[in-house]
């Protein structure tokens, strides 16, 4: 199925959630792209909106290559085959920026807002 818009996609998508609406559900959303959905499904379904902020951590050396990801909350998905083989000190200190600069974001997007997760 091909969608004009983010929106479009959403809006889509929410219809097909609608026996959803009503129930004690909470739409959560990745940041960038999956605010737009999020958003649509959320209104449709009259449901409150949540973000999952996560920051990629790339391998020193080449860092496009993703071998970890952190949450705000400091939960980490990493290959961890290539987390052993890098600098400890370096890890540690990147991670603290990155969980860092989740935060930040989330305080951006969500201007104060309450948090459900």
């Known amino acids: ?9 959403g809006i889509k998508l929410a219809e097909k959630l609608e026996k959803f609406r009503g129930e004690s559900v909470v739409v959560l959303a990745l940041p960038r792209g999956g605010v737009v959905l999020g958003y649509e499904i959320a209104k449709h379904l009259g449901a409150p909106l949540d973000l999952i902020i996560t920051r990629k951590i790339g391998h020193p050396t080449s860092p ?18 290539e987390r052993s083989r890098i600098d ?24 104060e807002e309450e948090s459900y997760i």
């Open 1 to 9: 199925m091909r969608f004009e818009s983010r929106e479009d996609a």
């Open 88 to 111: 400890k000190e370096w890890f540690n200190k990147t991670v603290a920026e990155e969980q860092e600069e989740a935060e930040r974001r989330r305080k951006l997007y969500l201007k």
């Open 64 to 81: 496009e290559y993703a071998i970890c990801a952190v949450a705000e909350d400091g939960h980490m998905l990493c290959n961890e085959e």
